[in-house]
């Protein structure tokens, strides 16, 4: 019941000009459709499957200009992102380890390693990734925020940092090593060619530079770079150069560091440990 405009109480009803009746009382219908509404698209992950989950920041190429980040790499930006790493790794069920580089950030979850593992929000996708972007931003932002006062930024001008989400099944554990060797060959392009651009740009204009760097491959651009500007790209900080991997350390606690080289032997043993690679999910037995 409610009050109407006259001030008489007055029934809510739900038009139905589908239905036989006409007109049905808006408790009996008008929820369950509005509920099948909603699980239309209440899609869920394959359960007992490695889950990777991929956060990326939005329009962050203007939010680091209104920083003022020091290119091509910011230490400050950087130590934002590692808290910002951890607190979704410690947030999330099943987390097992976390892969940042640049403004993205790649969490590996499990719940395949046993029967009694319980996917988190069962994993429910719009839940998973809602919230997973959620916490990232409002943690990101905190920090950034923080800093931003203290070297005395107005709170009115305090710039927002948001972040997209994405999250799939991958069949195997060594896709997931695959998919994390993806992403770090992917921040060596991309340090490469941030280094090379913001250095060519200083010394000879965007336009000429473009110009020079032009189809030129990975290894063309590091010759270019030394050669031209005078810079050995192996000298950059490792964490620029092959990114930072968020992990569980002694005692259970979440760790950053910077990346070792995955396919390298060194790296592969490291990774496979940390991913715990040797906990397979136990097989049902036939009844």
Same mark, same amino acid.
């Given at each position: 019941?409610?009050?109407?405009?006259?001030? &008489?109480?007055?029934?809510?009803?739900?038009?139905?000009?589908?239905?036989?009746? @006409?007109?049905?009382?808006?408790?009996?219908?008008?929820?369950?459709?509005?509920?099948?509404?909603?699980?239309?698209?209440?899609?869920?992950?394959?359960?007992?499957?490695?889950?990777?989950?991929?956060?990326? @920041?939005? @329009? /962050?190429?203007?939010?680091?200009?209104?920083?003022?980040?020091?290119?091509?790499?910011?230490?400050?930006?950087?130590?934002?992102?590692?808290?910002?790493?951890?607190?979704?790794?410690?947030?999330?069920?099943?987390?097992?380890?976390?892969?940042?580089?640049?403004?993205?950030?790649?969490?590996?979850?499990?719940?395949?390693?046993?029967?009694?593992?319980?996917?988190?929000?069962?994993?429910?996708?719009?839940?998973?990734?809602?919230?997973?972007?959620?916490?990232?931003?409002?943690?990101?932002?905190?920090?950034?925020?923080?800093?931003?006062?203290?070297?005395?930024?107005?709170?009115?001008?305090?710039?927002?940092?948001?972040?997209?989400?994405?999250?799939?099944?991958?069949?195997?554990?060594?896709?997931?090593?695959?998919?994390?060797?993806?992403?770090?060959?992917?921040?060596?392009?991309?340090?490469?060619?941030?280094?090379?651009?913001?250095?060519?740009?200083?010394?000879?204009?965007? &336009?000429?530079?473009?110009?020079?760097?032009?189809?030129?491959?990975?290894?063309?651009?590091?010759?270019?770079?030394?050669?031209?500007? @005078?810079?050995?790209?192996?000298?950059?900080?490792?964490?620029?150069?092959?990114?930072?991997?968020?992990?569980?350390?002694?005692?259970?606690?979440?760790?950053?560091?910077?990346?070792?080289?995955?396919?390298?032997?060194?790296?592969?043993?490291?990774?496979?440990?940390?991913?715990? /690679?040797?906990?397979?999910?136990?097989?049902?037995?036939?009844?």
């Amino acid at each position: 019941m409610m009050q109407g405009a006259l001030g &008489r109480k007055c029934c809510v009803v739900d038009i139905n000009w589908e239905g036989s009746k @006409g007109i049905n009382m808006i408790k009996k219908t008008l929820g369950s459709r509005m509920k099948n509404y909603e699980k239309s698209t209440d899609f869920r992950i394959i359960p007992r499957t490695p889950i990777i989950i991929r956060i990326d @920041g939005k @329009g /962050f190429l203007e939010l680091t200009k209104k920083l003022n980040c020091e290119k091509p790499y910011d230490e400050r930006f950087a130590s934002w992102m590692k808290k910002t790493s951890v607190m979704v790794a410690e947030k999330v069920q099943g987390c097992v380890f976390a892969y940042l580089q640049s403004d993205e950030i790649t969490f590996v979850i499990r719940t395949d390693q046993s029967l009694e593992n319980a996917p988190w929000f069962d994993n429910r996708i719009q839940k998973v990734v809602s919230i997973i972007s959620s916490v990232a931003s409002v943690c990101f932002n905190k920090e950034m925020s923080q800093w931003w006062r203290s070297n005395g930024g107005a709170d009115g001008d305090v710039p927002l940092g948001f972040f997209d989400c994405r999250a799939f099944p991958v069949p195997s554990m060594m896709e997931v090593v695959n998919c994390l060797v993806w992403r770090q060959r992917d921040c060596v392009k991309t340090s490469i060619n941030e280094a090379c651009q913001i250095e060519f740009n200083k010394r000879f204009g965007k &336009r000429v530079a473009k110009k020079m760097l032009q189809n030129k491959k990975q290894n063309q651009q590091q010759d270019l770079l030394l050669e031209k500007i @005078g810079i050995d790209w192996n000298k950059y900080c490792e964490e620029f150069k092959n990114g930072i991997v968020t992990y569980k350390g002694s005692g259970e606690k979440w760790e950053t560091k910077s990346a070792p080289i995955f396919v390298s032997d060194g790296g592969k043993e490291w990774l496979t440990s940390v991913l715990g /690679f040797g906990k397979f999910k136990k097989e049902e037995k036939c009844s």
